[in-house]
């Protein structure tokens, strides 16, 4: 869970909100209120990776905000800018691309400029909130479209823009103040890791809320754990659950016919109930809402910290190891 000092002094930070009159936005933030209320603890789970262009003015496009380690993110921008090397008809910009792809496919590299502009490699902390009844499930104002391919990224089917200086909600703004100063608790992390999250809060003091996401999770003795990756929206992780009480559990498990058509069963009564919550031969799996905080310093979003988890190498360095240890050939 965040973990805050109230002995300690943290940068000062202006956060901009307006309030919204229309229906829609007074039902959100008083949905935002009682869940506070019914959900009081957040709890940082494993942050998530991803590269942003620097559009000027404190503004950045976020890309592929799903990596798991650092190089997958590296590697997920090389792989955006040789997609853009194939259409590129400038001279200087088809050289300038080739060279900046060449220093990703080597070296561990969090950012380069290309056109003029910075290409950063970035790290968001991903929250859930906590209450006596468990992991907070989806709101009733969340949107929650049927169609589980409606809206194919947490992003909304598109990149976003994210400007740390722009108002947000009052719901927002509430939530924002509440993660801004989390921090690992100190038991729960290496030395290095707690070390890194206390020097975050005070190096990148802002920060942008990105779209609400969804997971599933899975109550295990008595404990709650994350059971799959977070997904856009509630029926996605439906979705989820789904495919592992009709496929994965079956064939994976082994369970027998019977305990399989009571998996089956669970599965239909989900799929046509679009429930939040579901139970089957002493499982227990609830679809959870999980919130994403994008830190900000005035150069920009925080980068990947040095205590981050990063253990493949860029990929022609890995090539190379193994060529070198004969367990892959030479080229042609």
Known sequence: MPCVDDAEQFPGVVIRFRRLDDPVAVVTDHDAVQRAEAYPILRIGAPLFGHAIDLGGGRWRIHGLVEDTPQAARDALAHRLRERLVTATDADLVAELAAVGEVLDWQKVDEVTVGGRRHRVIRADTFARFGPAGPEPP????????????????LGGADL??????PTGVGAAVLKVELLPARYPKAEVSPAAYADSVAAVRSHPNGVLLPTRYAVAEQVAGVWQPSSRAV?????ARELILFDFRWLTPRIANPGEAAAAEYRRAADDLEA??????SVRGRRLRVIRVETLLRFAADGP???RPSDPDPEPPPEAHFARLRAEGRLPEPD
């Open 139 to 154: 709101r009733p104002t969340d949107l929650d479209p049927r169609q589980a391919d409606t809206c194919d990224s947490f």
């Open 161 to 166: 823009i994210a400007d740390p200086a722009a």
């Open 232 to 236: 856009a929206t509630p029926q996605q």
């Open 273 to 278: 109930s679009r429930a939040d919550e579901v």
């Open 302 to 304: 925080e980068r990947p």
